[in-house]
């Protein structure tokens, strides 16, 4: 069992930055590859980026290439989304995933999920 808890939501004006976090605790955190989904009110949960267990390699939608950095930590048990250049259709719940495969982009890829934080982008 993985425990996920995300942080570091809010509200920001387009254009500005964001970064936030997901703690893990249970298992071997390195041993998971990590991934971050979106979804705004009545819309479908989207696939935002990933990241392997040894954080070589990182995977993003095209929505969010070159805006958007995925990173982790493994003696902190922490992934992180720094997302700058924000734009309105940014505003979401966003949420941090862990699975075995980074390459996976849709939320059945993914076993244990946290509970979201809300990114609100205004224009």
């Known amino acids: 069992q993985v425990q996920l808890i995300e942080s570091g939501g809010g509200s920001v004006q387009a254009g500005g930055s964001l970064r936030l976090s997901c703690a893990a605790s249970g298992r071997t955190f390195s041993n998971y590859a990590m991934g971050w989904f979106r979804q705004a009110p009545g819309k479908e949960r989207e696939f935002v980026g990933s990241?392997?267990?040894?954080?070589?390699?990182?995977k993003y939608a095209d929505s969010v290439k070159g805006r958007f950095t995925i990173s982790r930590d493994n003696a902190k048990n922490t992934v992180y989304l720094q997302m700058n250049s924000l734009k309105p259709e940014d505003t979401a719940v966003h949420y941090c995933?862990?699975?075995?495969?980074?390459?996976?982009?849709?939320?059945?890829?993914?076993?244990?999920w946290g509970q979201g934080t809300q990114v609100t982008v205004s224009s």
């Open positions: 990241i392997s267990g040894s954080g070589g390699s990182t």
């Open positions: 995933a862990a699975g075995t495969w980074y390459i996976r982009t849709t939320p059945g890829g993914y076993d244990y």
